[in-house]
T-cell receptor, first 116, second 113 residues
Framework: EAGVTQFPSHSVIEKGQTVTLRCDPI?????LYWYRRVMGKEIKFLLH????????ESGMPNNRFLAERTGGTYSTLKVQPAELEDSGVYFC??????????????FGPGTRLTVT | AQSVTQPDIHITVSEGASLELRCNYS??????LFWYVQSPGQGLQLLLK??????LVQGIKGFEAEFKRSQSSFNLRKPSVHWSDAAEYFC???????????FGAGTRLFVKA
């Protein structure tokens, strides 16, 4: 079974540019999450999808960040325009929908974003 | 608000020595607790989890953790460390009524020969 995949693995962009990160969850996982780790800080929750619906987006830093999950499969996280403080590692995770299994999240390898 | 504290930013142990990584949480109800490991260049891998029941839980790679409600702790242990255990370890808790994982700051483990 394939794990959570993320693309790209690294991205270097200039301040003011736009970047789109993609996450493909494990097949059949209706829960999808985005997290971010800024340099030297802890991993922070950004948002949670259940299928195509945003269940909790309380961690999104500001309106420069837009997450979508059309069709309830893969998800994209767009940063527009990027700022220096957006640099970090963006993790995606997925989990099953039902009961206790929903709490066991499987993480992707992350996308390292560098804004110069 | 829920929080997770990992008091040790980094720890160095000799190969073959025992290991204990500390984790304390602040949580109002029975928490769902996790330990993850991130090896260089890799994603986060789940080592073990505690939801309920036996407070000593076994995980992968020979790790175990003990939930102590009275101390609000969930320390990770391994009896004999291998060089391949060098990585960063994260303690985490799921928040009440949701699926938002709250992470500690991480403990980086160095293993010396």
């Amino acid at each position: 079974e394939a794990g959570v995949t993320q693309f790209p693995s690294h991205s270097v962009i200039e301040k003011g540019q736009t970047v789109t990160l993609r996450c493909d969850p494990i097949s059949g996982h209706d829960n999808l999450y985005w997290y971010r780790r800024v340099m030297g800080k802890e991993i922070k929750f950004l948002l949670h999808f259940v299928k195509e619906s945003k269940q909790d987006e309380s961690g999104m830093p500001n309106n420069r960040f837009l997450a979508e999950r059309t069709g309830g499969t893969y998800s994209t996280l767009k940063v527009q325009p990027a700022e220096l403080e957006d640099s970090g590692v963006y993790f995606c995770a997925s989990s099953q929908l039902a009961g206790g299994l929903g709490y066991e999240q499987y993480f992707g390898p992350g996308t390292r974003l560098t804004v110069t | 608000a829920q929080s997770v504290t990992q008091p040790d930013i980094h720890i160095t142990v000799s190969e073959g020595a025992s290991l204990e990584l500390r984790c304390n949480y602040s949580y109002g109800a029975t928490p769902y607790l996790f330990w993850y490991v991130q090896s260089p260049g890799q994603g986060l891998q789940l080592l073990l989890k505690y939801f309920s029941g036996d407070t000593l839980v076994q995980g992968i790679k020979g790790f175990e953790a003990e939930f102590k409600r009275s101390q609000s702790s969930f320390n990770l242990r391994k009896p004999s460390v291998h060089w391949s255990d060098a990585a960063e370890y994260f303690c985490a808790v799921i928040n009440t009524g949701g699926f938002k994982t709250i992470f500690g700051a991480g403990t980086r483990l160095f293993v010396k020969a």
